[in-house]
Structures are given as structure tokens and as C-alpha cells.
């Protein structure tokens, strides 16, 4: 699903990744752990396409996604990764319905088939009493579950979770970790966590360490 070859990126005169090879099968749950500054995020935005390599390859689902430029690489971002992030990201001014149909408008996808599939897995998320609230009326877990639905509204083959956890207490993050297993097996979705709780690194497929910008 993932195949990543001599992958290197540089800031400047830093080098942060120095050929970065994995490869990830489809509905593998990996997490990638390793100390601040060995290089998990750089690796994770490169595999989202958020950011570009200086050199090597990128094969999502058999497509070679590194020369992809522009809106080409845009459509296929939205049509094939989701995204969770550390802080959610949500937009404060929509609702938690409105920000969870906001890929699939952005897709062009009809109007009311997302906003159907969005209540669907807000439903399956157990938000259905809260599709009308606000981040700001949400708490912590419930704005992290908001941002996993988002994440899946595309039918996306990758989902990337960048310390999605981080900013969870511990039960709404077990809770978190064990819903990313239940849509692996509900969705066969391939996840990549980049975390620093061992909890969840230890209990996915696979755990993945990165140090001084290679995979060890």
C-alpha cells in the first residue's frame, strides 16, 4: 500500500531524512516512534504529500505519487489520504457535521450524499447527539472522534495520525487507540501513527523506530 525507497529531506544545510525505506501493507496498523527531531513528522508529511522529498520514491496503492504537482496532486490527496492531527484542526465556525463533509465538498462529491455519510459515520463514531455542536462545545475525545470522521468521509486507502493522542487523557486515548483497530477491521484502512505513547505503539501491527533520519 506504502512503499517508501532512499528517501532523503533536508531543511537547509540540516538533513533529517538520509534514505528512509518502508513498506506498508494494506490494513496494516504501523506506528512510528522515536525521539523528537529524528525525523517521524518530516516522514509522515512526505507520505501525505504535504511535503516533497529531495530524493527517492512514493508509492501509494501502486501510484507513484512523488512528481505528482499541483491540483493533480491535490485531487489525489483528498481522494486517497485522510488526515488526524495532535490538535484536530477543526474549523471553529461550522459544526461538527459541517467539518466532517468539508473533504468530500472540497472533492466535489455530491452535497447530499456527504452530508448523509457524514452523519452515518458520526453515528458510528457515537456523535449522533453532537453532529450540531461546535468544536468549541466538544470535549477533547469528542473533537479527536469529529476529526477521525473526517478523515474517513473520501474513503481514503491511507489514514495518517500525526500524536493523535498527545493532547488526550488516558482514557479518551485508549479509547481512540482502540477505535483506530475497530475501522481497520470495519474499513480496511492502512494506518500510520507517528506517537510517542508506547501503549499504542505496542499494540499496533507493527512499531517502527526512527533515529538521526533512518529507520532502525
Same mark, same amino acid.
Given at each position: 500500500?506504502?512503499?517508501?525507497?532512499?528517501?532523503?529531506?533536508?531543511?537547509?544545510?540540516?538533513?533529517?531524512?538520509?534514505?528512509?525505506?518502508?513498506?506498508?501493507?494494506?490494513?496494516?496498523?504501523?506506528?512510528?516512534?522515536?525521539?523528537?527531531?529524528?525525523?517521524?513528522?518530516?516522514?509522515?508529511?512526505?507520505?501525505?504529500?504535504?511535503?516533497? !522529498?529531495?530524493?527517492?520514491?512514493?508509492?501509494?496503492?501502486?501510484?507513484?505519487?512523488?512528481?505528482?504537482?499541483?491540483?493533480?496532486?491535490?485531487? &489525489?490527496?483528498?481522494?486517497?489520504?485522510?488526515?488526524? &492531527?495532535?490538535?484536530?484542526?477543526?474549523? !471553529?465556525? &461550522?459544526?461538527?457535521?459541517?467539518?466532517?463533509?468539508?473533504?468530500?465538498?472540497?472533492?466535489?462529491?455530491?452535497?447530499?450524499?456527504?452530508?448523509?455519510?457524514?452523519?452515518?459515520?458520526?453515528? &458510528?463514531?457515537?456523535?449522533?447527539?453532537?453532529?450540531?455542536?461546535? !468544536?468549541?462545545?466538544?470535549?477533547?475525545?469528542?473533537?479527536?472522534?469529529?476529526?477521525?470522521?473526517?478523515?474517513?468521509?473520501?474513503?481514503?486507502?491511507?489514514?495518517?495520525?500525526?500524536? !493523535?493522542?498527545?493532547?488526550?487523557?488516558s482514557k479518551a486515548a485508549e479509547d481512540l487507540h482502540q477505535l483506530f483497530f475497530k475501522l481497520r477491521n470495519e474499513f480496511h484502512q492502512t494506518f500510520v501513527i507517528v506517537t510517542h505513547n508506547q501503549v499504542l505503539a505496542r499494540q499496533?501491527?507493527?512499531?517502527?523506530?526512527?533515529?538521526?533520519?533512518?529507520?532502525?
Amino acid at each position: 500500500m506504502i512503499k517508501v525507497t532512499e528517501l532523503y529531506k533536508s531543511y537547509g544545510i540540516l538533513p533529517v531524512l538520509k534514505g528512509v525505506n518502508l513498506h506498508i501493507q494494506k490494513g496494516e496498523i504501523v506506528s512510528i516512534v522515536g525521539a523528537s527531531g529524528a525525523g517521524k513528522t518530516t516522514l509522515l508529511q512526505i507520505m501525505g504529500t504535504l511535503d516533497a !522529498p529531495d530524493k527517492g520514491s512514493l508509492k501509494i496503492d501502486g501510484q507513484e505519487v512523488s512528481g505528482l504537482k499541483g491540483r493533480v496532486l491535490a485531487r &489525489f490527496r483528498n481522494k486517497n489520504i485522510g488526515f488526524v &492531527f495532535q490538535f484536530h484542526q477543526l474549523l !471553529p465556525e &461550522f459544526t461538527a457535521l459541517e467539518n466532517v463533509c468539508m473533504p468530500g465538498w472540497i472533492g466535489g462529491q455530491n452535497e447530499a450524499e456527504v452530508h448523509n455519510k457524514a452523519k452515518d459515520l458520526l453515528g &458510528f463514531l457515537g456523535l449522533n447527539d453532537r453532529i450540531s455542536h461546535k !468544536p468549541s462545545d466538544l470535549s477533547g475525545g469528542e473533537q479527536q472522534r469529529v476529526a477521525v470522521a473526517r478523515a474517513l468521509i473520501n474513503n481514503p486507502a491511507v489514514i495518517l495520525a500525526d500524536e !493523535p493522542s498527545g493532547n488526550l487523557d488516558s482514557k479518551a486515548a485508549e479509547d481512540l487507540h482502540q477505535l483506530f483497530f475497530k475501522l481497520r477491521n470495519e474499513f480496511h484502512q492502512t494506518f500510520v501513527i507517528v506517537t510517542h505513547n508506547q501503549v499504542l505503539a505496542r499494540q499496533s501491527d507493527r512499531m517502527l523506530t526512527i533515529k538521526d533520519g533512518v529507520i532502525i
